[in-house]
């Protein structure tokens, strides 16, 4: 009399044995309670766009604090910083802008400025 083989357990020996030939990752350890894994490698869940736009917003945000120590030094009708303007307005969304110029108004940020 042949044994009976659950499907489950079938399946499972298909899952080792493209593990061993390297044609699928290996199975995860089960969860242990009450433990937090470490998260991912910021590599490996941040995408090429995403990237992209991180430096984006780094450009916009650098050349609007550029703006913002230039007017201080030199008052806001320079043009030096007319120029400075013209740049962080071509790297940053309205949106962005509008939200800084209020915070600014507020004395919420730019205080190190």
Do not use: F
Request: with cysteine.
């Amino acid at each position: 009399m042949a044994a009976v083989v659950e499907p489950h357990d079938k399946m499972r020996s298909k899952d080792l044995t493209k593990v061993t030939k390297g044609q699928q990752p290996a199975p995860r350890p089960a969860h242990e309670p009450d433990t937090v894994s470490a998260p991912p490698p910021p590599s490996s869940t941040t995408t090429p766009e995403e990237k992209a736009n991180e430096k984006k917003a780094e450009k916009c945000y650098s050349t609007y604090l550029e703006y913002l120590k230039c007017t201080k030094k030199n008052g806001e009708r320079a043009s030096e910083c007319k120029k400075v303007a013209d740049n962080y307005m071509s790297h940053c969304p309205l949106e962005w802008m509008e939200k800084w110029e209020e915070e600014k108004k507020h004395g919420i940020i730019h205080n190190h400025v």
